[in-house]
């Protein structure tokens, strides 16, 4: 697939996509390497804190209501949303959910890119794209290496 030319007032939210991508790939990795599931869950708790979180409440506060939480794809993005939250959440057998973490996560992010992010370059108001842009501001992501599980 070619690059999508994202509107510059979106381009924070995906660089926390292509960190979240980052992310899988760093939960593929340890698992390939037989890193102990409790190492990738202390990162993945850091992740989610840290950045995760956060950015689904942007998400929901400010660009989801460009369409409406009426709209199919915003139903099925809030959705989502609820079952990460619980799979970062959950402590129990630790490996399944790591795995499904990453698998959700995935295809939650190329959702969001793909799709939804592109219906709402499609009608959002240059003032709708700039409140999302004041709220989503740039935040430099700092990376935890205090256990890289994945090298």
């Known amino acids: 697939m070619k690059p999508i030319?994202?509107?510059?007032?979106?381009?924070p939210l995906s660089r926390d996509?292509?960190?979240?991508l980052l992310l899988c790939w760093k939960i593929r990795q340890g698992i390939t390497l037989n890193a102990e599931p409790e190492r990738i869950k202390k990162y993945l708790d850091w992740f989610w804190i840290s950045y995760l979180k956060p950015h689904f409440e942007i998400e929901e506060?400010?660009?989801f209501p460009v369409l409406g939480n009426e709209?199919?794809?915003v139903k099925q993005a809030l959705?989502?949303?609820?079952?990460?939250?619980r799979l970062f959440e959950n402590e129990d057998d630790l490996s399944k959910t790591i795995s499904l973490i990453e698998e959700e996560l995935e295809k939650h992010i190329?959702?969001?890119?793909?799709?939804l992010f592109n219906e709402i370059e499609k009608v959002a108001s240059s003032e709708q794209l700039?409140?999302?842009e004041?709220?989503?501001?740039?935040?430099?992501?700092y990376e935890n290496l205090s256990d890289p599980f994945w090298e």
């Open 134 to 141: 004041m709220d989503s501001s740039d935040k430099s992501f």
């Open 17 to 20: 996509h292509h960190h979240g």
């Open 5 to 11: 030319k994202r509107n510059e007032s979106l381009k």
């Open 61 to 63: 506060m400010y660009v």
């Open 110 to 115: 190329r959702f969001e890119e793909r799709v």
């Open 79 to 85: 959705a989502e949303h609820r079952r990460l939250k």
């Open 71 to 73: 709209n199919e794809l």
């Open 130 to 132: 700039l409140q999302i």
